[in-house]
């Protein structure tokens, strides 16, 4: 999944439950929104709850990043 991220500049991914993936989006959301310039990503869930379980783990990674890293930003 990560090879086809850094592959392709716009992807469509299915996901099956209970493989981690999600985190692996919540991760490389952030990563973009950082760190590249005027970024704009998303994601389309099969409903909001869905949704909030991904803002969720975004704002966990945030929350919980080395304070090292506050340099670079």
């Known amino acids: 999944m990560l090879a086809d991220m850094e592959a392709v500049a716009q992807l ?3 996901k099956s439950r209970q493989v981690g993936g ?4 919540a991760a ?3 990563w973009e ?3 590249t310039h005027d970024y704009l990503g998303g994601m389309i ?3 909001q709850g869905e949704t909030n379980d991904l803002l969720g783990k975004c704002r966990f990674i945030i929350q919980n990043l080395p ?3 506050y340099g670079v930003l």
């Open 33 to 35: 929104a950082l760190f």
């Open 12 to 14: 469509i991914e299915l």
């Open 67 to 69: 304070r090292d890293i």
């Open 28 to 30: 490389r959301l952030d």
């Open 45 to 47: 869930s099969a409903g």
């Open 22 to 25: 999600s985190w692996g989006w």
